[in-house]
């Protein structure tokens, strides 16, 4: 098991809510990435912390935001919700510390209405 | 042009059956290959690494080829617990800063 845990497992929200959804693991690993993946789709990468700072992001608009904690758990933050936003949200921790890749957390299912 | 590209599937084999899955990608400076497995409704989890020597845990065999730009995954003695998605990843580096590209995935359906 990787030890990721995300919250909350299942959300549905409107269109033009915001959202949090949160990731954490039991290592406290100092990289996570988060990606979204669509029905069919593989995951797409939104965007990566490393020790608290961005360390790189995809091709999505600002309106999707993380943090990442000192104790290295992070949250995605997504506002002004549309209905494409529904998918299955990803976190990740590595690569590094023992790790060669990434590992994921069970995700989040997003719904928006 | 997708960065990684699969063959959707599905593929539909009987047990005991060996069943290979090919992915292209398209950008030359990638550095580290995956073949990644989901069930349905859950996460990706990590199958193997690939290398450019080739490699092989258990049932499964990785082939790399940089100079075409081509991944492979070849499944021997195919169980019924095969049955899943099974997603070609690349990425850019060995380490450090890690953005893995995912293709759509081969499902896999492995009848009795």
């Known amino acids: 098991e990787t030890g990721v845990t995300q919250s909350p497992t299942h959300l549905i929200k409107t269109r033009g809510q915001q959202v949090t959804l949160r990731c954490s693991s039991q290592s406290g690993h100092n990289t996570v990435s988060w990606y979204q993946q669509a029905l069919g789709q593989g995951p797409q990468f939104i965007f990566q912390y490393y020790r608290e700072e961005e360390n790189g992001r995809g091709n999505f608009p600002p309106r999707f935001s993380g943090l990442q904690f000192p104790n290295y758990s992070s949250e995605l933050n997504v506002n002004a919700l549309e209905l494409d936003d529904s998918a299955l949200y990803l976190c990740a921790i590595g690569p590094g510390q023992g790790r060669e890749t990434q590992y994921f957390g069970p995700g989040t299912r997003l719904l928006v209405l | 042009r997708k960065e990684v590209e699969q063959d959707p599937g599905p593929f539909n084999v009987p047990e005991g059956a060996t069943v290979a899955f090919n992915c292209t990608y398209s950008?030359?400076?990638?550095?580290?290959f995956f073949w990644y497995r989901q069930d349905c409704r859950k996460e990706p989890k990590l199958l193997m690494s690939v290398y450019s020597s080739g490699n092989e845990d258990g049932r499964f065999t990785a082939q790399l080829n940089r100079a075409s730009q081509y991944i492979s995954l070849l499944i021997r003695d195919s169980k019924l617990s095969d049955s899943a998605t099974y997603l070609c990843?690349?990425?850019?580096?060995?380490?450090?800063?890690?953005?893995?590209?995912f293709g759509t995935g081969t499902r896999l359906l492995v009848s009795p």
């Open positions: 950008n030359s400076a990638s550095q580290s």
């Open positions: 990843v690349v990425g850019p580096r060995n380490t450090g800063f890690q953005k893995l590209v």
